[in-house]
T-cell receptor, first 111, second 115 residues
Framework: GQQLNQSPQSMFIQEGEDVSMNCTSSSIFNTWLWYKQDPGEGPVLLIALYKAGELTSNGRLTAQFGITRKDSFLNISASIPSDVGIYFCAGLIKGAQKLVFGQGTRLTINP | DSGVTQTPKHLITATGQRVTLRCSPRSGDLSVYWYQQSLDQGLQFLIQYYNGEERAKGNILERFSAQQFPDLHSELNLSSLELGDSALYFC??????????????FGPGTRLTVL
């Protein structure tokens, strides 16, 4: 089946640092989604990408849909304590109506 | 608060049993999605209903079934429970029915523990 490899699995950074995480796959996706999950909560959509090469920002967050349609990355600039949480990528194979999630990147920030 | 409600918040049961999880979507949302989140499998899409009809199917086991009622609330039925079914079960809702395009709003989840 389709697999998404998300890396890194965890990150420990200092407040103010930039963060970068990515998802790769051997499959081609039509849509990439990035979610954040806080402890005890459900995921919240951060950014959605619909076209290969698309670069989209949401405040300090920037995500890109890879040209090959097999990867995507998420950058967070100037991290702050409320960025702590687990970030998930998800890829959609439109025709197959399959939504596949990465394993998540756990972000910890030292003040 | 996403506006999606799920009950119960916690559920503890034994292997072989059957449970029903309930979800009420945000007001005005026609789609309901069910997800399973476990430590070993991560977050997995199970199934989507749109306005009462099944719209998309993910990795849902045959022991699991779902339905969406005329008032748009949904139930996920899990039967012949196994230890490995212990997980967080999330419901999400969206206005439209296009998987991946319509923004989904997640509920707080139901934590199922199978002993």
């Amino acid at each position: 089946g389709q697999q998404l490899n998300q890396s890194p699995q965890s990150m420990f950074i200092q407040e103010g640092e930039d963060v970068s995480m990515n998802c790769t796959s051997s499959s081609i996706f039509n849509t990439w989604l990035w979610y954040k999950q806080d402890p005890g909560e459900g995921p919240v959509l951060l950014i959605a990408l619909y076209k290969a090469g698309e670069l989209t920002s949401n405040g300090r967050l920037t995500a890109q849909f890879g040209i090959t349609r097999k990867d995507s990355f998420l950058n967070i600039s100037a991290s702050i304590p409320s960025d702590v949480g687990i970030y998930f990528c998800a890829g959609l194979i439109k025709g197959a109506q399959k939504l596949v999630f990465g394993q998540g990147t756990r972000l910890t920030i030292n003040p | 608060d996403s506006g999606v409600t799920q009950t119960p918040k916690h559920l503890i049961t034994a292997t072989g049993q059957r449970v029903t999880l309930r979800c009420s979507p945000r007001s005005g949302d026609l789609s309901v999605y069910w997800y399973q989140q476990s430590l070993d499998q991560g977050l997995q899409f199970l199934i989507q209903y749109y306005n009462g009809e099944e719209r998309a199917k993910g990795n849902i086991l045959e022991r699991f079934s779902a339905q969406q009622f005329p008032d748009l609330h949904s139930e996920l039925n899990l039967s012949s429970l196994e230890l490995g079914d212990s997980a967080l079960y999330f419901c999400a809702s969206s206005v439209g029915g296009t998987l991946g395009t319509d923004t989904q709003y997640f509920g707080p989840g139901t934590r199922l523990t199978v002993l």
